[in-house]
């Protein structure tokens, strides 16, 4: 008996896993040839991984006596996945092997809610995923499948085929996998067509497709002064950031504001690392840049804004869309614009009646109507009160906090000032979570910066207990394993002032 | 979804799956191919062996057998089959019943180990009398990669109950062999005959010659007149129990074991090696194949395929053996009930042949490829070294040498894919609800059920503290609630309600005043499964009317405190949990969370909006958005959500480098996104967007108007 080729694939639920092994199996049946497919299907739901597993025998009218239900580590000749991370897990259970394997992957990536539910980047490292699949596997056939069907009108599984097909690895000519499409009987134009951008893709008739990033258009500002006083003091490598800063800031608030901003640089550019001062750009423009009603309301009514939504959600040239919005501001989100000493008093009073955090006014604005736009530009048009608003003084009192704990850090280590620097990715979000992040921003000054800063710690153990506190910050909300790292952080450096005594 | 009328549990019908090219497959007749999967494969067999009924109870991989039957009605109609849809294995298993008294040949089925479980009472009363019909239980056995259950064998019951196990050989002609054979086998020996099919064998694609479908005797179309004569001995009860016990080792196991030989049930492969042997369960035999092969030893090796696992034949295992030095036995899972098997009866016999088995293979878990090679090895290195297996071994451990390379290069284990809810899944926002409550009351005790919501148990939510099976969740609370200064919480599918929570869980509590919550997801199927009926839904597949309402039976049985509410509203949901944790009614007190399954809602209202699409009907298609610039990447709407339709981004904005929220266009536009930002209080992202599809000229109209007033408002 021939050796049958075995063919693994590696799909998520709703990817249409089992279609795909439909078209393979009555292709190979058109053409006479032996076949038999399997599934772990995994659950009904749509989230899980699943896997197919079929084995074809080339020759016509070859006996089968005994096709394997099972994938064996080191002899899959053809495994396909519909995205990067499923290409990688096959690789990862040994199944894909540089002597046998081609590999026909989408490289488009799906996060596991693993990855997504991070409070920051959690997601798998593409370039180990792709590194891994071209050292793996004998040939690639990879692009984007997602965006190929996206383009086709197909499911992602039709390219996938229109790949396998054009790949050359089954004795089955491209007519028969159009046949099974066709007696499939479901989407067959649009299935049709992925089917052709596959194949074409998999012979390399068509050029990659790459992506294009949607650069936002830089706003036609007056600040070319202001850019201009950038590169004259400041060095190349943070210039694109700076740049993007007084840009933000001048559309934020106004030309003072990004001249502010300048200034705050220039203490920290006369600290002499370039590196650092990026950092910090870019950060300070965040923070100089907080989330207010205003600023809420400037972005939901700028004008690109509209036609970005129209586009995300598809709606076609003369199909009108109407846009709701969700807003649910607290006494805190309205003491924010308030004068600070009105806003403290109302706090105070909140906080000793126990509304504080407990009362909201749940809204929901149609921007779409006149009315409901007109109520948001106004909020929007609040800006030239910002720099009076209790929430104002509070941002920029933290913010030159911030930046004095970096300017004393900076020169007894300059990699201890950018771990500071790079705390302010704790602070975002809004409500209990903006207030959860500066907490913890909070802590990990006091607990570990301070102490650093007053000779606890040495600068290499403070960087990196810095580093590590950050990075416990964001692995989950309740702050547990904030809270541990901090323990091991105040042991470790108890133990040096014992040996240094 | 928020804004349009929520289709109340009494009209959601047919969730319209279709199953048309399988019911064409079982209209085959003689000599036609069939094509198709394996547990299609059984279905089409046990027609063409003339069942008289047909029930079940849903659980992969087995659930195809009764829903395509039940897409079949004009067949069964044809046929005179009659099918029960059970709601539970129980009732299956007692459906089985009308065999004992009858020859009337009844085939049910469900998913083992945890179906045969429930079924094991019933299962006890039916093996002790016996039948005279044919008697087939098609368990799917969930055992090894993918597997939802506990793992345990079913092998344990066909032993102590005395009923036949099957586990055929996965090639579609000898499935549909022993399916046929069952029958004869169960008939001839008065026991009912379980047929174990693992999931890669129900799923494998194959073919057979089919045969005409035969209609049986005793019919719905050919009823009788009179009930069977009063006859002590058909009546599990004593003193007709202690004959049965007799019976069952005299007469009844000799029988089986003289038609498993006659009929050749089991298989014989020769090879030229005399002095070794394999015995494997049918089961596995294409995995031991395929490594015998990649051992280059193929068709050398005698091999004996037991179709058959119980009983043994004594005289067939002895000949086999006699006179090899060593016989390696391929049995998966724990214990090793035939190797102690094997090795009793050739001590009894003084055959000294060697038995290996579970000291060269695990005793626990799947027997994959590797495993079962990595067997092979051990056993040929130690009963035969005159066979050459250097390039094998080489061959075997270079892939091995290589997958820990590829795992070196990527680095540390990959991100799980855990199952979830799917997308707009109406069961996610209690969970939200849940977290969110226990953000204000602290951690509660819940006890889970089986059912879409144990995924609850996983990330993002992590919620969960037992699983106690099917139905169980509020039983299972019968010991903790007492010991908890905060109540606990029971949640349980309908599906469980039905299958057991009802009177396991309900009953029990009332009985017992418990002072607990339970939550029941009422959405109208058994989802996990794959959208079954249930007598809340509004299809019974007969005349589309609800055959039991969920909140009428509980209040039928005294409970007082219960409220039915939607789902997606997570601010009324969070309020009555708050409730029902705080109020002085000391019972039982039920919450209905109600919400349609999603996956059924899709399926039938897709077709009906590209009809209406088509036709020029205005049509307004909602969804969720995020707006990126506000998005600050913190994600604890996904950490409250988990929507796989709300995935991240990387930020389009060049000074944040953490990745952004994004709706993608799976969203079905449920509204949970925009109700969790709300009820958590978390951030102004959120838009939803009404799309106006095939406008009329009165919505262009306001449109324009609109359009015009903002466009000169709005900021550059």
């Known amino acids: ?501 | 979804m928020l804004d349009q009328p929520q289709v109340p549990i009494a009209q959601r019908t047919n969730p319209e799956r279709s199953f048309r090219e399988e019911v064409r497959a079982l209209r085959l007749g003689n000599g036609e191919i069939f094509r198709g999967e394996g547990i299609l494969a059984v279905t089409k067999a046990i027609l063409q062996s003339g069942v008289a009924y047909v029930g079940g109870y849903q659980g992969a991989p087995v659930s195809h057998l009764v829903d395509v039957l039940v897409e079949s009605q004009d067949l069964l109609d044809e046929l005179g089959v009659h099918l029960e849809t059970c709601t539970n294995e129980s009732s299956a298993a007692a459906l089985l019943g009308a065999s004992i008294n009858y020859p009337m040949r009844g085939c049910v089925t469900w998913k083992s180990i945890v179906g045969t479980n429930v079924a094991a009472d019933a299962l006890s009363n039916l093996a002790s009398p016996g039948v005279i019909g044919g008697a087939l239980i098609v368990v799917g056995e969930d055992y090894g990669e993918g597997a939802s259950v506990i793992q345990e064998r079913s092998h344990a019951y066909a032993l102590k109950c005395s009923v036949w196990l099957m586990d055929p050989r996965p090639s579609l002609p000898t499935i549909v062999r022993c399916t046929e054979k069952a029958f004869e086998l169960s008939e001839i020996s008065n026991t009912p005959v379980m047929m174990e099919l693992r999931i890669r064998a129900c799923h494998v694609t194959g073919e057979f010659v089919a045969k005409d479908n035969q209609p049986p005797a005793i019919s719905r179309n050919n009823r009788l007149a009179d009930p069977a004569l009063h006859n002590y001995d058909r009546i599990s009860h004593p003193p007709s129990t202690y004959a049965h016990e007799k019976l069952k080792v005299d007469v009844r196991l000799p029988a089986a074991q003289r038609f498993i030989v006659e009929q050749g049930l089991n298989e014989l492969f020769p090879g030229e090696r005399s002095d070794l042997g394999i015995i494997v369960q049918g089961g596995i035999t294409n995995v031991l194949m395929r490594g015998l092969d990649r051992l280059e030893v193929e068709g050398k090796i005698p091999t004996l395929v037991l179709n058959v696992t119980h009983p043994l034949v004594p005289d067939q295992i002895a000949d086999f053996c006699r006179g090899k030095r060593a016989v390696l036995i391929v049995e998966e899972g724990a214990p090793d009930y035939i190797e102690q098997a094997v090795n009793a009866l050739l001590r009894k016999r003084d055959i000294d042949t060697r038995i290996h088995g579970k000291d060269v293979l695990p005793m626990a878990g799947e027997y994959t490829a590797e495993v079962v090679t990595e067997g092979l090895l051990k056993f040929f290195a130690q009963t035969a070294n005159d066979i050459d297996l250097s390039r094998p071994r080489e061959r075997f451990e270079a892939a091995r040498a290589g997958r820990a390379e590829a795992q070196r290069l990527l680095g540390g284990p990959l991100p799980l894919r855990p199952p979830g809810f799917c997308v707009g899944c109406p069961e996610r926002p209690v969970f939200s609800a849940i977290k969110l409550l226990e953000r204000e009351v602290g951690k509660v005790h819940i006890s889970s059920d089986i059912g879409c919501h144990s995924f609850a148990t996983l990330a993002p939510f992590n919620l969960g503290n037992s699983i106690l099976g099917f139905g169980m969740s509020l039983a299972a609370a019968g010991a903790v609630a007492p010991v908890m200064q905060r109540r606990t919480i029971s949640v349980m599918g309908d599906g469980g309600f039905w299958h057991n929570g009802l009177l396991s869980g309900v009953a029990s509590s009332m009985f017992n005043r418990g002072d607990r919550v339970l939550v029941i997801m009422q959405n109208g199927y058994t989802s996990a499964t794959g959208a079954q009926f249930i007598p809340n839904t509004a299809g019974n597949r007969r005349d589309g009317e609800t055959t039991s309402d969920i909140a009428a039976t509980l209040k039928a049985m005294g409970v007082k405190w219960l409220r039915t509410i939607r789902t997606y509203n997570v601010g009324t949901m969070l309020k009555t949990l708050r409730e029902a944790m705080s109020t002085d009614h000391a019972g039982l007190k039920v919450i209905v969370a109600d919400g349609e399954c999603q996956l059924a809602r899709q399926r039938r209202i897709r077709p009906q909006i590209a009809a209406q699409l088509k036709r020029g009907e205005r049509v307004v298609r909602t969804r969720f958005g995020v707006d990126d610039e506000v998005c600050t990447g913190d994600h604890s709407c996904i950490r409250l959500s988990g929507c796989p339709s709300l995935v991240v981004k990387p930020s389009p904005d060049p000074l944040r480098s953490d990745p952004v929220a994004h709706v993608n266009n799976g969203c079905v536009g449920c509204g949970l996104c925009g109700e969790v930002a709300d009820a958590a209080v978390l951030c102004p992202s959120f838009y939803k967007a009404d799309i106006v599809q095939n406008p009329s000229w009165w919505d262009r109209l306001v449109w324009r108007l609109r359009s015009s007033v903002i466009g000169a408002m709005a900021s550059g």
């Open chain 1, 1 to 501: 008996m021939a050796k049958p080729i075995t063919i693994l694939v590696g799909a998520l639920g709703g990817d249409g896993g089992g279609v795909l092994c439909d078209w393979i199996v009555a292709a190979a049946h058109s053409q006479g040839l032996a076949v038999q497919a399997t599934q772990i299907p995994g659950v009904a739901q749509r989230t899980g991984a699943t896997t197919y597993y079929l084995e074809v025998v080339p020759t016509p009218g070859a006996a089968s006596t005994a096709l394997a239900l099972n994938p064996a580590i080191g002899e899959v000749d053809v495994a396909l996945a519909t995205e990067l991370l499923e290409a990688g897990r096959m690789i990862f259970n040994g199944f894909v092997t540089p002597e046998r394997t081609t590999l026909i992957a989408s490289t488009h990536r799906v996060l596991a809610i693993g990855e997504r539910s991070a409070m920051g980047d959690g997601s798998f490292d593409v370039g180990r995923l792709l590194r891994a699949v071209k050292e793996r596997s004998k040939a690639q056939i990879l692009f984007d499948m997602d965006q190929a069907a996206e383009e086709s009108g197909a499911v992602l599984n039709a390219v996938l085929l229109g790949a396998l097909a054009g790949s050359g690895r089954l004795p089955i000519p491209e007519q028969a996998f159009e046949a099974a499409i066709r007696e499939g009987g479901k989407a067959v134009d649009a299935n049709l067509a992925g089917f052709a951008f596959g194949r074409g893709h998999a012979r390399g008739e068509l050029a990659q497709v790459v992506r294009e990033h949607h650069k936002r258009q830089a706003a036609a500002l007056s600040v070319e002064d202001l850019v201009e006083r950038a590169r004259r003091s400041y060095p190349a490598m943070s210039l694109d950031i700076v740049e993007e800063g007084i840009r933000r800031l001048v559309a934020y608030q106004d030309r003072r504001y990004a001249t502010l901003y300048l200034d705050r640089l220039d203490a920290i550019n006369a600290l002499g690392s370039a590196e650092l001062l990026r950092e910090t750009a870019r950060h300070l423009a965040v923070r100089m840049s907080f989330e207010d009603v205003i600023r809420v309301a400037q972005a939901k009514t700028s004008r690109e804004r509209l036609t970005r939504v129209r586009a995300e959600v598809r709606a076609k040239a003369d199909e009108p869309v109407m846009l709701t919005e969700h807003f649910k501001p607290g006494i805190e989100e309205i003491c924010a614009i308030l004068p600070p000493a009105m806003a403290r008093r109302i706090l105070v009073w909140a906080e000793r009646t126990g509304r504080l955090g407990k009362v909201h006014f749940s809204m929901h604005v149609r921007t779409t109507t006149v009315w409901g736009f007109a109520r948001l530009r106004f909020l929007a048009s609040l800006r030239w009160w910002r720099p009076r608003s209790f929430r104002y003084a509070e941002e920029q009192a933290e913010i030159e906090r911030w930046l004095a704990v970096i300017r004393v850090a900076a020169p007894t280590s300059i990699e201890l000032a950018r771990e500071i620097a790079e705390l302010a990715r704790l602070i975002k979000g809004y409500g209990d979570t903006f207030k959860c992040g500066l907490g913890n921003y909070r802590r990990i000054v006091a607990e570990v910066v301070e102490p650093a800063l007053a000779g606890s710690l040495s600068p290499k153990t403070a960087t990196d207990a810095v580093a590590n506190a950050r990075v416990a910050a964001l692995a989950d909300p309740e702050g547990e394993s904030l809270s541990k790292t901090l323990t091991a952080i105040a042991a470790s450096s108890t133990m040096m002032r014992r040996a240094a005594e």
